[in-house]
Structures are given as structure tokens and as C-alpha cells.
């Protein structure tokens, strides 16, 4: 596809296709979100408390720690591979706006990455013995959170992907900027128990979700410019 | 519009000699209101009638707690001057800002807690201040330690600077978020001109001074390390090295 015909959104289509093509060939990037997600939710029964009730309290903290966490973890691949091979300097050399490339490998990270997590969830959720009544409350609630969480982390790892060894700094300067959406997560499963009325809560996950989208691609563009240059 | 006085801020030797001739100034005033503030402060302020002498860790806490909340803006600013500018002291600000500003916020949760612990009977809750202030102190650590990783100086300096502008907006974020969260703290008080009130001037005058002290000393702070910081990065400049002849 020439520069002269290719359209902002066919490179977007584009962008997203390939790096879904990516992930479906390399099956660990699927899976090992997922499956981190899982583990670190069973750690806390056995370093906890088996018992229900104990549980059933933490349940939705757990949760978002457990997912928190997963997406942190995945983060790393989100530029890595292409950085090594160069394709993410062609990216950039695309004549189409970095803000929408950017905004198409965070999506079809999410897709691979966060989907899982929010689709697994509610089984996970029973397992720790979570309050009923709250299950949509949670898939709800991880449906808009983690995305702003895959946004976010994009900017760290934006900036620090000409770092060799990265795995602790990203968590560092990634994990202070989550604690809003953990915070509104968390916050809107305990008041969907106590029987508040949830349309404000989601308000603002939905308003952190549209401040990240908007916002967020464009700090990993300029992070992106920075790294690479 | 005559732009000079914004061009001469692009040059660190311009800077060096300028802000050492501020800084006798600036040490002056700044041990002036001290002393004056602390005297005052602890000596002559009638005591708190619940919390008692406790209280006067109040004139240490309130204006380092309030320093430590403009570290980000600071960084911020001068990261958009060095991003947009290219300015090399902005980013010698934004470098040196972070470890301070660290130790600042460090400061603010210390006298805090002491002061939670009597009053509280803690030394620490997992408030919304409270919460807040570590959020943003470990952001600050953020800031440090991409610095230290990124050993390119030029990739560092944007890299950083992207940061600062990126935790400014965050923090403010995480300051509502956490509020709505859990709020223990007490709320900022208004004070007032009246001396039948509680909050009268006996109170709030020694403060000012406090204050003043503070930034005093934030500002000597952060200029004596951005001057190390200019003589480390221009140490093979001639400027530099007929200074160092000199002395």
C-alpha cells in the first residue's frame, strides 16, 4: 500500500490487524495475561484466608490488584518487539497522525490483553466468594478500567523502551498513576453493595476512560518520539 | 515585544553569576524570617486548648506540606520550556527539582506523622492527604529514577520533562480520587483578621513568617543545586574552568 493511497483509517485498520495477526502466532502473549491474572488471584486465599467471608470482603480488591498487576505485566510486549525489529520506527515514519497508530496498537493490546481479564472475571469472582448482586457491577467496571490502565502504561513503557532492563522502573512510575481507576473501581463495586445508585460512579470511570483516550495517546506519541529518536 | 530578558535565561553562566548574587540576599532573609517565625512560633503562640503544645509542630508541618505540593507544577512548567525551547536550565530545574522535591514531600509526611501520632494517636492512617502525598512522592522517585536509567542526557532531559508535564495532571487526579475515597484529614482552615476569633492573627502572623522561611529556603535549595548542577554539566566551558582557577 503506497503513502499517496492509504487512508488515517486504513493505516489504523492496518495497525490493528497486524499486531492482532502478532498476537494470534505467538499464542504466550494471549495467554500469559491471563493466566498471571489467575495465579495472582489464588495467592491471596492461601496468603489470606480461605475463609469465605474474609474473602468475600477482599473479593473485589483482589480483583483489581489481580488485574493491576496482569496489565502491568503485559505491558512490556506492547512496544518491545517492534522497537527490536525497527517496525516501530516505521510507524513513525507513516505520514498518518502517531496519536490513531498508537490509539490502534493500545486497543488491540487491550483486545489481547484485557479482554481476557474482564471475560474470566465473574469466575474468578466466585471462587473468592464475591458479594452477589455486584457481578455486572465488576464486569462493568473492569470493562472501563482496564482499558485506561493499558493507556496509561503505554506511556511508561513509551518512555522507557530503549531500556535494557526496564521491568522495575515501568512498574514504578506506571502503578502511582493507576490508583484513580483502582480507586473508582473498587469504590463503585462496594457502593453497588450497599445499594447506591451507580450511574455517578460509572460517570466517572467513563469520564477517566475519555480523559485517557484522549489524552494518553498522546503523551505515548511524544514518548514514543522521544525514545526512538 | 522585547524577548531579551527570556533569552538570557538560556544561558547557565548568565544564571551562575546572577543567582549568586541573590543568594546572600536570599540566606539573609530567609535565617531573618526563621528565626523570627520559630521564636515566635513556639515561645509566644498561647497553646492549642485541646491539642496543647503538640500544636506548634503545626508552624513546621503547614509550610513544608504546602511547598511539597508545588513541585510538580514547577516541573511541569519547566519541562514545557525545555520541550518547547529547548532550554538546557529549565532542564537543569527539572533535574534537580525531583530528588528535592522528594525530600520535601518526605519532610511533610514526617512532621505529619509525629503530629498524627498525638493527635491521632497514630502515626500513620491510610487518609486521603496522606494517601496523596505518598502517591506523589513516589511519583517524584519515579521521576529520579527514569533520569538515572536513561544515561543519554538529551533522551533523559525529554524523557523526564514528559514525565513531569504526565504526573502534574496525574496528581491532581489522584488528590480528588483519593479525597472521594477516605478523608480523615482535617480541611484547610480559613484564617481571619479579627483577634476575638479562634483562628485570629496571634495565630497566623508567625505562620506567614514560617511560610516565607520555607520557600526561602526551597528556593536557596534549588538554586545552589541547579548551580552545581550548571558547573558539573559546563565543567570543560572556559567560564568554568576560570573559576575554578580562581578559587
Known amino acids: 500500500m503506497s503513502a499517496a493511497r492509504s487512508t488515517l483509517a486504513g493505516a489504523v485498520v492496518a495497525t490493528l490487524r497486524r499486531d492482532l495477526l502478532i498476537a494470534y502466532k505467538r499464542k504466550n502473549d494471549l495467554f500469559n495475561p491471563f493466566m498471571f491474572f489467575v495465579l495472582v488471584a489464588t495467592l491471596f486465599p492461601i496468603g489470606i484466608s480461605p475463609e469465605p467471608e474474609a474473602l468475600g470482603e477482599i473479593s473485589a480488591g483482589v480483583l483489581w490488584i489481580s488485574a493491576l498487576l496482569a496489565s502491568l505485566l503485559a505491558m512490556d510486549n506492547l512496544y518491545r518487539a517492534d522497537f527490536e525489529d525497527g517496525s516501530l520506527e516505521l510507524l513513525m515514519l507513516s505520514p498518518h497522525p502517531l496519536y490513531f497508530l498508537v490509539l490502534a496498537k493500545n486497543f488491540a493490546h487491550w483486545l489481547v490483553s484485557g479482554l481476557p481479564i474482564v471475560l474470566v472475571s465473574p469466575l474468578i469472582a466466585y471462587m473468592l466468594n464475591f458479594p452477589e448482586g455486584a457481578y455486572s457491577t465488576l464486569v462493568l467496571t473492569l470493562l472501563l478500567g482496564t482499558p485506561v490502565l493499558s493507556l496509561l502504561g503505554s506511556i511508561g513503557v513509551a518512555l522507557t523502551v530503549g531500556l535494557g532492563s526496564r521491568g522495575l522502573i515501568l512498574a514504578v512510575i506506571t502503578l502511582p498513576m493507576s490508583v484513580p481507576v483502582l480507586i473508582a473501581g473498587t469504590l463503585t463495586v462496594s457502593q453497588t453493595l450497599e445499594g447506591a445508585s451507580l450511574s455517578g460512579y460509572l460517570a466517572i470511570m467513563g469520564a477517566m476512560l475519555v480523559a485517557a483516550l484522549t489524552l494518553a495517546p498522546l503523551a505515548s506519541a511524544a514518548a514514543l518520539r522521544i525514545s526512538v529518536n | ?247
Open chain 2, 1 to 247: 515585544m522585547d524577548w531579551t530578558w527570556f533569552h538570557k535565561w538560556g544561558s547557565p553562566k548568565w544564571f551562575y553569576e546572577l543567582s549568586g548574587k541573590w543568594l546572600p540576599w536570599l540566606v539573609g532573609a530567609m535565617v531573618t524570617c526563621l528565626l523570627i517565625g520559630v521564636t515566635w512560633a513556639l515561645l509566644f503562640v498561647p497553646q492549642d486548648y485541646q491539642q496543647g503544645l503538640t500544636n506548634r509542630i503545626f508552624y513546621v508541618h503547614v509550610p513544608v506540606a504546602s511547598i511539597s505540593l508545588a513541585f510538580f507544577p514547577l516541573m511541569a512548567m519547566a519541562g514545557t520550556i525545555f520541550l518547547v525551547w529547548r532550554m538546557k536550565l529549565a532542564d537543569v530545574v527539572v533535574k534537580v527539582a525531583a530528588p528535592l522535591g522528594a525530600w520535601f514531600t518526605a519532610l511533610a509526611l514526617a512532621s505529619g506523622s509525629i503530629w498524627g501520632v498525638d493527635t491521632w494517636g497514630t502515626w500513620w492512617v491510610w487518609d486521603g492527604r496522606l494517601t496523596s502525598l505518598l502517591l506523589q512522592f513516589f511519583l517524584l522517585l519515579g521521576v529520579v529514577s527514569l533520569r538515572t536509567a536513561l544515561e543519554d542526557s538529551e533522551g533523559a532531559a525529554r524523557a523526564c520533562a514528559l514525565l513531569s508535564i504526565v504526573g502534574c495532571i496525574n496528581v491532581v487526579v489522584i488528590k480528588y480520587s483519593v479525597d472521594w475515597w477516605n478523608t480523615l484529614h482535617q480541611p484547610s482552615t480559613n484564617f481571619t483578621l479579627a483577634t476575638d476569633q479562634a483562628n485570629g492573627p496571634e495565630i497566623w502572623v508567625p505562620l506567614i513568617f514560617m511560610i516565607v522561611a520555607v520557600y526561602l529556603f526551597f528556593a536557596i535549595s534549588l538554586i545552589l543545586s541547579t548551580r552545581n548542577e550548571i558547573l558539573q554539566r559546563e565543567k570543560r566551558a572556559q567560564w568554568v574552568r576560570d573559576l575554578v582557577a580562581k578559587s
